[in-house]
């Protein structure tokens, strides 16, 4: 069944109050701590999004963590996105979900997922942005911007030139992500990402909340450029 047009409306409401400016991504194992541990330091240095990313536990483990996740993310009145698992973002009631190019189809997700909820999308290609805001992606993830050994199925580093190329052509907006820490944020910026996602540059760092404040500051510096 087709979204209604206040439904498709209500969406698009939801997207464009997304703040996507630091968009922080979850994981235990670059660390040992706890993906909520991980998540309420973020958003004491000002992570503006949360997402969960889980790929070792079952699916009852995950909506657990999930559960403790909005329970802290509710608190702070910042958005939690749920990596590839629409049933886990619906068990919890989650801001939205992130779907890639390999997982469920972004059409299919924002039918499931239903009115209100935000889904964004990977892309490394033009042509697969252009496909993503086709099927009515809210959002763009796109990379690997630089290398990155974080996720080990990212493929080679597209660079700036295309993150330029990519968000000069899509109307919705664009999240940077791979390998981007506080030396080249600014020049991630400066390239028309309206935000970053990043995992090692915070999640690794002894003390989160304030690499990610560090980080903040760097894109809130850029863009005073």
Do not use: W
Request: net charge negative; aromatic share 2%; hydrophobic share 45%.
């Amino acid at each position: 069944m087709n979204c209604s047009p206040m439904h498709s409306s209500r969406a698009e409401m939801q997207a464009h109050r997304l703040d996507l400016t630091l968009y922080v991504i979850t994981d235990r194992r670059l660390s040992g701590r706890s993906h909520e541990e991980v998540a309420e330091a973020a958003i004491r240095g000002g992570a503006t999004v949360i997402q969960f990313r889980e790929k070792d536990a079952s699916t009852r483990e995950m909506v657990e963590i999930a559960s403790r996740l909005r329970e802290i993310t509710k608190r702070y009145g910042v958005p939690l996105i749920v990596n590839d698992r629409v049933d886990v973002a619906l068990a919890v009631d989650a801001d939205g979900v992130h779907v890639g190019t390999e997982d469920m189809p972004i059409a299919i997700a924002k039918r499931l997922i239903g009115p209100g909820k935000v889904v964004g999308a990977s892309a490394s290609t033009v042509e697969e942005a252009l496909f993503a805001v086709e099927q009515g992606a809210d959002y763009l993830g796109v990379g690997s911007i630089f290398a990155t050994g974080t996720k080990v199925d990212a493929g080679p580093p597209i660079g700036i030139e295309r993150l330029v190329e990519i968000a000069s052509r899509v109307p919705i907006p664009v999240v940077a992500i791979g390998g981007i820490h506080h030396g080249n944020v600014a020049e991630v910026i400066r390239a028309g990402a309206n935000g970053v996602a990043v995992i090692s540059a915070v999640v690794a760092a002894e003390d989160i909340a304030d690499s990610t404040r560090r980080l903040l500051e760097a894109i809130q510096a850029a863009r005073a450029q």
